[in-house]
């Protein structure tokens, strides 16, 4: 059974810092590109970052940009989320996602492509 399972969320102050991770089970990301997604309540759900299969290519929301970094550790099935300067706006439930295209080099944000998903983590940013 393909999963994955999110960690590391909570509350912290405006300007902290949180790293999320996501653990694959069942399969191997080394073939996979993970996308983090969140949802604050009453919005729709917005692609944050993403990370290719190679770790090669990344790409950010331009909300986050400069604040949050992905990077990923295939020998442990795991990407991270390093959220920095926290702001208020952050808050939503994080997901992380597996697109499992194969001899796809890159990563998008169009769930369409993304069949794995984990069940979340509640970031919240407030004083």
């Known amino acids: 059974q393909l999963q994955l399972v999110e960690s590391g969320g909570g509350l912290v102050q405006p300007g902290g810092s949180l790293r999320l991770s996501c653990a694959a089970s069942?399969?191997?990301?080394?073939?996979?590109?993970i996308g983090w997604f969140r949802q604050a309540p009453g919005k729709e759900r917005e692609g944050v970052s993403c990370i290719s299969s190679s770790g090669g290519k990344t790409a950010y929301a331009d909300s986050v940009k400069g604040r949050f970094t992905i990077s990923r550790d295939n020998a442990k099935n795991t990407v991270y989320l390093q959220m920095n300067n926290l702001k208020p706006e952050d808050t939503a439930v994080y997901y992380c996602?597996?697109?499992?295209?194969?001899?796809?080099?890159?990563?998008?944000?169009?769930?369409?492509?993304?069949?794995?998903w984990g069940q979340g983590t509640h970031v919240t940013v407030s004083s």
């Open positions: 996602a597996a697109d499992h295209r194969i001899l796809f080099r890159a990563c998008e944000y169009d769930t369409r492509w993304y069949t794995t």
């Open positions: 069942g399969f191997a990301l080394d073939y996979s590109s």
